[in-house]
């Protein structure tokens, strides 16, 4: 279980997408502060979040391949073995409506 589920890492991209939002429009609160210490700081948080951003991106682009490539692996694995495909989805509907019917 050391993987990471899709949905978390969609809710681990949007929660640094959200961080990133807070983090520019505190810089650009801050923007009025003349001090050369703050301008220091915005400074240093902004390379920090243009690297932030550019990771996100990259995060995001092999996120967006794999699944890709995933869903072309199983397009081809469906195409090669159509009847074992049908079967397996017979096992899961079986499956999920028996679980579904003890509610």
């Known amino acids: ?4 589920t899709t949905a ?3 809710k681990l991209m ?12 505190l810089l650009r609160m801050t923007a009025d502060q003349a001090s050369e210490s703050a301008a220091e700081v915005r400074g240093r948080v902004q390379a920090k979040l243009s690297q932030a951003k550019a990771d996100l991106a990259l995060l ?3 996120a967006v391949a794999k699944a890709k490539a995933a869903g072309l692996a199983t397009d081809e694995y469906v195409h090669e073995n159509p009847w074992t495909a049908i079967g397996i989805a ?8 028996l679980l579904v019917g003890r509610r």
């Open 14 to 25: 949007n929660d640094l997408r959200v961080v990133v939002a807070d983090a520019e429009e």
């Open 60 to 62: 995001q682009e092999t």
């Open 8 to 10: 978390s890492k969609e």
């Open 90 to 97: 017979a096992g899961v509907g079986l499956v999920v409506g």
């Open 1 to 4: 279980m050391n993987e990471m």
